[in-house]
């Protein structure tokens, strides 16, 4: 059985704890910030390009707002994956291209275990 929820999502920053191995020159020092849910990878919410901090631990503020309508599967539980990714275009010959995004990093929430508020 499925209810449908909406899960709005507000991220105000992004911290880094190090800094990212894979900027290699300061031409392709940005990013983006990207929400799917595990199930359908091929609806991907991304935010505008972000640049990466200079020094490690650093921060990046944003301002991110957005709100996801999905199936909420009362008795499976790999269907209320939510995913949060750090990605960025993918280069050839260094120069950026739209050949998809290479994920740096990512985190999973479950949403059965997220208050409802």
Known sequence: MFNIRICNLNITQVIFDRLVEDKVDSNHNNFFVAIRMRDNSRRVLRSPELSFPTSAPGTVQLDF????Q???????D???LLQLLIQRRKKYKKKSVNLGYKTLAYCTIDLAQVDNT
């Open 65 to 68: 707002s957005c709100s996801i």
């Open 70 to 76: 999905y199936s909420h599967a009362l008795k499976r």
């Open 78 to 80: 790999s269907s209320n």
